[in-house]
């Protein structure tokens, strides 16, 4: 009984599905019987090792991203069958919305992991073949899948609510800030003030730069608090996604270069010092599959702020204070409310860290693990 494991993102993602990718690999391990395999598509000199799992038994496709995901759409169309790619394949979990095609005798007992489906509720925040594509080859693999896990009860309802997929065909499993997040100590956020020229007073975003992370708006946001608060600044943490030009238009528009500041590449061991030494972590996303961040930002004792949508209330709880994306008025209150009430910032950097702490990549494991073993019909933990 071979598990397989399509860590393609976690070997060409730096975050997002990647850190999913990678933290639900390491935190599966311990609790399987038998050690998983492997499988990825990456392009030769553009993977990033996973470190701590070079022992594990892998293969490998050298294809790219568009290429491979065209043959994954086909084969499925046209019945085709890959399992050639993962020999002894009777478990397959696909950590992201490319579901391979394995659709011969034996039957292999399927998992996909979908993130979200921004691209039908937000399409035009998507580019135009990107979103053909998955408009056309996600409800197939949904379909095809034995199970789907979602990683948020948002993510669940829109599944149920744009493609009819049944309810019980669909278990959510969260996602969790990886262990090193913690409250940062005062040497650590100096040194990493230092190192990246963070202010004293910042907001702190932290996301590839694309449309649905509302980032025009934020920026609009901040030239207003200036006007209460003049030290103000926001940091931008994040690489440019797609459709990234209105943002930096924005900027240029509202004569605001100077107060956005974009310290490039931030490594994870500084990461936490960043959360840490900002006034307040945003995150104005219109949509949110998860928002890892907002865990991560917690964990390390940041006051949060972010938007009411999707799924982010579910991780932020009571914690968090919430606004309305799609209104500058109310993100600019929301803000304002707590950068003007220095004992509200205290009592949420207190109250974050327990908040972070009631999701657990160790708990996500033992969920994921259930799901295996509901469709294979087999038991696969070694702890019961």
Not at 224 to 246: C, T
Request: charged residues 20%; aromatic residues 8%; hydrophobic residues 45%.
């Amino acid at each position: 009984m071979t598990l397989y494991l399509d860590v393609s993102a976690g070997v060409n993602v730096s975050s997002g599905l990647g850190r999913y990718s990678r933290s639900l690999t390491h935190a599966l391990i311990p609790h399987l019987e038998k050690p998983p395999a492997l499988f990825y598509n990456t392009i030769e000199g553009r993977t990033k090792p996973m470190a701590g799992l070079e022992n594990l038994p892998a293969m490998r496709v050298k294809l790219g991203y568009k290429a491979w995901r065209m043959a994954v759409w086909m084969g499925q169309l046209t019945g085709r069958d890959f399992r050639r790619l993962t020999p002894g394949v009777s478990i397959f979990h696909a950590m992201e919305h490319l579901l391979m095609p394995l659709n011969r005798q034996p039957k292999v007992a399927t998992i996909m992991t979908v993130h979200d489906l921004i691209f039908e509720l937000f399409p035009e925040h998507h580019k135009t073949l990107n979103h053909l594509f998955l408009t056309r080859a996600m409800p197939l693999f949904v379909r095809r899948a034995d199970a789907i896990i979602t990683v948020s009860q948002a993510s669940k309802h829109d599944l149920i609510q744009h493609y009819g997929t049944p309810a019980e065909k669909i278990t959510v499993v969260y996602e969790a800030a990886d262990a090193h997040f913690q409250p940062p100590t005062p040497e650590k956020i100096a040194e990493v003030r230092a190192k990246y020229h963070l202010p004293e007073q910042y907001l702190v975003v932290v996301g590839a730069i694309e449309p649905r992370k509302n980032y025009s708006r934020l920026v609009e946001a901040l030239m207003i608090l200036r006007e209460k608060h003049p030290d103000l600044k926001l940091v931008v943490v994040g690489s440019k996604g797609w459709l990234y030009e209105p943002f930096f238009e924005r900027i240029e528009e509202l004569r605001a270069g100077e107060h956005v500041i974009f310290p490039g590449y931030v490594p994870d061991e500084d990461l936490p010092a960043v959360y840490g030494a900002a006034t307040i972590t945003v995150m104005a996303s219109v949509y949110e599959g998860f928002g890892l961040p907002i865990l991560e930002a917690m964990a390390c004792g940041s006051p949060v702020v972010c938007s009411q949508s999707s799924s982010l209330p579910e991780l932020g709880g009571e914690v968090a204070h919430y606004f309305d994306p799609f209104n500058i008025e109310a993100m600019v209150a929301g803000l304002d409310g707590v950068l003007g009430d220095e004992a509200l910032q205290q009592k949420m950097r207190l109250a974050g860290p327990p908040q972070a702490a009631q999701f657990s990549w160790e708990r996500a494991a033992r969920e994921t693990i259930g799901v295996y073993e509901q469709i294979a019909g087999v038991e696969l933990s070694k702890i019961p």
